[in-house]
C-alpha cells in the first residue's frame, strides 16, 4: 500500500506543478499589480523552486498533515472532513443499489441466456455505460424534479436531519451514478454465471433435482463471486470518478466537488489531499477485495 | 489521513438536532447563486468580486452611492473640508458595533482607510497627496492633505474592488500584503461560521448590532435595513442545475443565469428577470506592446477597423437587450463616455481599411498568439469570433484554447509569444470601474510596470493626472474627451462590447437594489 501511495504522491505533485496555470493571479483578482500577484506568489511559497516545495508538502504528509487550502486557509483535512458525509453517502447509497441491481440482473440474464430478458438486460447495460452520467443526471431531474416534482432538483440533507430527507436527497444521483456501475456488474455477473452454469458439477446437481432459485444463488453465485468482487473493487475507480461529476450535477457539497473547484483555481493543496484520500480509498477497498476471496474460495485460505 | 479521520468524527459528532432547531425557517431564508465562489475573506487584499459581495455583508462603508452614483454619508454623520480643501473633517455616526459588540471608533476608520489606500488605485492617488489620517477623538477622524484630491469621496464611497470597507483597528492595521482571516464587521449581516463551508455554502446571518441610518435604502447608501434572519451564499457551478433549482424553488436568486436559457427562464410565471447593473460589464482586449505585431501603431490601429462588437457579443448574448457595441474609452452610459475619434467606430468593421494599415504597418505574416479562455462562455465566444476576424483581414492567427486559470498565468509572460508569451487576450470589467481613468490597471500606460499588455504613452499618464485634478464633473468630461481622443491613436487596448446580465428571482423575493459591480441583500424581503 504505501509504495502505491508514495507513487500516486509524486505523480499528482509533479503533474500539477507542472501544469499551467497560477492560483496567485487568481485570488489577486482581476485589477491587480503584476507586483502584487508576485507577493502572494511569494506568501504562498510558489517562488520556491519545485523540488523544495514538494520537500515540503511530503514532510508535512509524513506527519498527516495535508495542507491548507490557498484560497481560504483552512486546513485541507478539515475541508475534506465536512465534505466527507455527503460523498461517503453518495458512494454507500450508489455502490447498495447498482450491486443489489446488477447482480439480480446479470443472475436473471445469465438464467435466461439467449432469451428476450437477456437481450433487454444486456440492452440496458450497454446503455448504462455509453450514457455520460451528466446527460443521465439532467434527464433524471428534468422528469423527477422538475416536471413530476417528486424529489429535489440539488443539494444534500446530511443525515443527522432525517433519514428520509437524507434518502430523498440521494435517490436521483445515486441513480445517475450507478448506471454506469450496474451496467459494469451485469455484464461480469451474467458472464461468469455461464461459465458457472455450464460446469460438471452444476448440472449434476440439476440432474439431482435440485431447485431452480437455489441452485443459481447458493451454488452458482457463490462461485462466480470472485470475479464479481474483483469488478466490484476495481469499479471504485469508476465510482470516484462518477462522484466528481455527480456532484457537480446535483450540487451536492461533496469530496468531488472540492476538487473540482479547486482544479479550476490550481488549489494545489486540496487537490493534492483529495487525490491522496481518494488513492487510499481505492488502495484500501482493493485490498479488502482481496481479503474477502477466502469469504468465497476456501482454496485461497490455504 | 490521521487529522482528516479526526476531523471528520468531529464533524459527524456534531448535534444535528440543535443545527436544525437554531436554523431560520425557508420564509425568513434567502438562497442565492452567486456568479462564483469566495476565494479568500478579505477584501481588501483581493479584488476579486465574491470577496468584496462578502465584505459587504459584513462590514459597512464610511460612504455609500446613491442610485445616481453620488457619494453619500453611511458610517458616516456629518463631514466638512476645509476652504484650501486639503484637510478633510469626518465624524462617525453614534450607535455602530461590531459584531463582537465593541464600539466602532475614528481609531478604527482611519487603520482602515491607510489599509485601503495601499491596496486601491484611488487609495494609492490620495496617499501621494496625503499628509496624515488620523483620530481626533472615538468619534472624529481626520485626513490632511498635501494638495487637493478631488476624488477623496468618491474613493471612498466606490463600490469597485477594493471596497474601503471599515475593519477594527486590530485587523485594519495588518499589513495589507497579509491576508486577514478574522471576520469581525459592522455591517448589515455576521457570518455564520461555524455552518460556512468553504466551497460550498457562505451563511450571513442578520446582524443583531446593526443599527441602518433612517434614510431610505438607495443603492449603498441610505439604511441597509435587514429584511430576512439569513443569506445563504449557495456556491452552484452548474448553470442548468442552478437554473433548475430556481424553478424548482430550491433557490430564490442567481446572479448570471446564462441567456441562452433565459427563454426557458421567462416562462415560469414565478420568476422574473431584473438588471441589477446598468453599467453593466465591459468586455476588455488586452494587447501585448512589448512584441511584434502589435508593438507597432499602425498594426495597432488596424484591430479598431478589424473588431467587429455586434459580431463577438451575439453568440453570447443573442438578445441586444442584453448587449451592445461601444466606441468609448470609459464605459457607454457612464458619465465619462463621448464620441472623440470614434470614426473607426462608427464607421463599422473596414477591412480594406484594416488591409491598408497592416500594409503600412509592415506586417509580416508572422502568427498573432491569442489567448482563448475556454471556461468563461464570453471569453471563449468573444476569442473564436475576433479570430475569424483577424483572418478574415490577412493576420495569421495561433488560437491557443486554455482554462482562466492558465490564461492568467500566461498573460504574465513578458516573453516573446513564441516562447511563451501572448498577443492578444480577453478579460472584462466592472462598467462602472471602466468608466473612470484610474479604477482599472488597464488604463494607465507606464509601460513594464503596468498592467498586462504594458502600454507606455507619456501623454495619456498627464491627461490621467489631468483629470483627478478636475474640479468638477464638466471638467473631467472635458479631460475624458482628450484622454479618449489619444488612446483611440495609440490603442493601448480594445473592447469587445458591453453587455448587462440580468439576474433571475423568485418572484416573492423583493426588493433588490442596484448597485454596480455589488449585489446587496439588505432590504430585500421574502414573502
Known amino acids: 500500500m504505501l509504495p502505491v501511495m508514495a507513487v500516486v504522491a509524486v505523480c499528482v505533485f509533479l503533474l500539477l506543478h507542472l501544469a499551467p496555470g497560477d492560483p496567485a493571479s487568481i485570488i489577486a483578482g482581476e485589477n491587480v499589480s503584476p507586483e502584487n500577484i508576485a507577493r502572494i506568489r511569494t506568501q504562498l511559497g510558489l517562488d520556491l523552486p519545485v523540488w523544495k516545495q514538494f520537500l515540503v508538502w511530503v514532510g508535512a504528509l509524513l506527519t498527516g498533515d495535508l495542507g491548507h487550502s490557498m484560497f481560504w486557509g483552512d486546513p485541507v483535512a478539515s475541508l475534506i472532513a465536512q465534505r466527507a458525509e455527503p460523498t461517503i453517502s453518495l458512494a454507500i447509497t450508489t455502490l447498495l443499489v447498482a450491486v443489489f441491481l446488477a447482480i439480480s440482473l446479470g443472475v436473471l440474464a445469465a438464467a435466461r441466456a439467449g432469451s428476450l430478458v437477456d437481450r433487454l438486460v444486456m440492452g440496458f447495460a450497454v446503455l448504462g455505460f455509453s450514457v455520460p452520467v451528466f446527460v443521465v443526471g439532467y434527464v433524471l431531474i428534468f422528469v423527477f424534479a422538475i416536471n413530476l416534482k417528486w424529489l429535489p432538483v440539488q443539494g444534500y440533507v446530511p443525515i443527522a436531519d432525517g433519514v428520509g430527507l437524507w434518502l430523498r436527497n440521494l435517490v436521483l444521483p445515486s441513480v445517475a451514478l450507478g448506471m454506469a456501475y450496474v451496467a459494469l456488474i451485469a455484464r461480469i455477473t451474467r458472464t461468469t454465471m455461464l461459465d458457472v452454469l455450464a460446469e460438471d458439477y452444476m448440472r449434476t446437481a440439476k440432474a439431482k433435482g435440485v431447485a431452480n432459485r437455489r441452485m443459481l444463488f447458493r451454488h452458482a453465485l457463490k462461485n462466480a463471486a470472485v470475479p464479481i468482487a474483483t469488478v466490484v473493487g476495481n469499479g471504485v475507480a469508476l465510482l470516484i470518478g462518477g462522484v466528481v461529476i455527480t456532484e457537480t450535477v446535483f450540487n451536492i457539497p461533496g469530496i468531488g466537488r472540492l476538487v473540482v473547484d479547486a482544479i479550476a483555481r490550481r488549489d494545489y493543496p486540496i487537490i493534492q489531499g483529495v487525490i491522496m484520500v481518494f488513492s487510499g480509498v481505492y488502495v484500501l477497498v482493493n485490498l479488502l477485495v482481496d481479503l474477502s476471496y477466502t469469504l468465497f474460495d476456501p482454496r485461497v485460505r490455504g | 489521513m490521521l487529522q482528516t479521520g479526526l476531523a471528520a468524527a468531529g464533524a459527524a459528532s456534531a448535534p444535528g438536532v440543535l443545527r436544525a432547531q437554531s436554523r431560520p425557517p425557508a420564509s425568513r431564508t434567502v438562497r ?69 459588540g465593541t464600539a466602532v471608533t475614528a481609531h478604527d476608520a482611519a487603520a482602515s482607510i491607510r489599509r485601503w489606500a495601499v491596496r486601491s488605485g484611488t487609495g494609492q492617488l490620495m496617499l501621494q497627496r496625503t499628509k496624515d489620517i488620523s483620530a481626533k477623538d472615538d468619534k472624529t477622524f481626520v485626513v490632511s492633505l498635501k494638495e487637493r484630491f478631488p476624488l477623496l469621496l468618491d474613493g471612498f464611497s466606490s463600490p469597485s474592488t477594493p471596497v474601503l470597507f471599515v475593519m477594527r483597528k486590530k485587523e485594519a492595521e495588518t499589513d495589507p500584503m497579509q491576508k486577514i482571516d478574522t471576520i469581525i464587521g459592522s455591517g448589515p449581516f455576521v457570518m455564520n461560521q461555524s455552518e460556512t463551508r468553504a466551497g460550498s455554502q457562505y451563511i450571513y446571518d442578520k446582524s443583531p448590532t446593526y443599527n441602518p441610518r433612517a434614510e431610505p435604502a438607495s443603492a449603498s447608501a441610505g439604511g441597509k435595513i435587514v429584511k430576512v434572519d439569513r443569506v445563504i451564499f449557495q456556491n452552484m457551478p452548474d448553470s442548468q442545475t442552478a437554473v433548475a433549482a430556481l424553478q424548482a424553488g ?89 464620441d472623440a475619434n470614434t470614426g473607426w467606430f462608427k464607421g463599422g468593421q473596414n477591412l480594406a481599411k484594416a488591409r491598408e494599415l497592416m500594409k503600412e504597418g509592415g506586417y509580416d505574416g508572422r502568427p498573432v498568439v491569442v489567448l482563448q479562455a475556454t471556461n468563461i462562455p464570453y471569453m471563449m465566444n468573444a476569442a473564436t469570433v475576433f479570430a475569424q476576424q483577424l483572418r478574415a483581414a490577412g493576420y495569421n492567427v495561433s488560437l491557443q484554447p486554455m482554462d482562466w486559470a492558465n490564461v492568467v498565468q500566461r498573460r504574465a509572460n513578458k516573453g516573446a509569444p513564441d516562447q511563451g508569451g501572448w498577443n492578444i487576450f480577453f478579460t472584462s470589467s466592472g462598467g462602472l470601474s471602466n468608466a473612470n481613468p484610474y479604477m482599472i490597471g488597464g488604463m494607465a500606460t507606464t509601460g513594464d510596470k503596468g498592467w498586462f499588455g504594458w502600454p507606455t504613452d507619456d501623454k495619456n499618464e498627464a491627461l490621467r493626472a489631468k483629470w483627478i485634478n478636475a474640479g468638477t464633473l464638466a471638467e473631467r468630461q472635458a479631460v475624458g474627451r482628450e484622454i479618449q481622443e489619444n488612446a483611440w491613436d495609440i490603442v493601448p487596448h480594445m473592447y469587445y462590447g458591453q453587455w448587462r446580465q440580468p439576474a433571475a428571482h423568485r418572484k416573492n423575493v423583493t426588493g433588490w437594489l442596484k448597485v454596480p459591480e455589488a449585489v446587496p441583500f439588505w432590504n430585500v424581503a421574502k414573502a
Open chain 2, 250 to 338: 430550491e433557490i430564490d436568486f442567481y446572479e448570471i443565469p446564462p441567456i441562452d436559457l433565459l427563454d426557458q427562464i421567462q416562462t415560469d410565471p414565478a420568476i422574473s428577470l431584473i438588471n441589477l447593473a446598468d453599467l453593466g460589464t465591459v468586455g476588455y482586449i488586452g494587447i501585448n506592446w512589448l512584441h511584434a505585431p502589435f508593438n507597432n501603431q499602425k498594426l495597432r490601429q488596424s484591430l479598431l477597423y478589424i473588431v467587429n462588437q455586434e459580431e463577438m457579443m451575439k453568440p453570447t448574448f443573442v438578445d441586444r437587450k442584453w448587449y451592445n457595441a461601444c466606441g468609448g474609452w470609459m464605459t457607454c452610459g457612464s458619465p465619462m463616455e463621448n
Open chain 2, 32 to 100: 442565492a447563486v452567486m456568479h462564483g465562489d469566495i476565494p479568500t475573506y478579505d477584501p481588501i487584499w483581493t479584488t476579486a468580486n465574491m470577496s468584496a459581495y462578502h465584505g459587504a455583508m459584513v462590514y459597512d462603508q464610511l460612504f455609500g452611492v446613491d442610485d445616481k452614483l453620488e457619494p453619500k454619508p453611511q458610517m458616516v454623520s456629518k463631514y466638512g473640508v476645509s476652504d484650501d480643501q486639503l484637510t478633510w473633517t469626518f465624524e462617525l455616526r453614534d450607535g455602530l458595533k461590531f459584531s463582537d
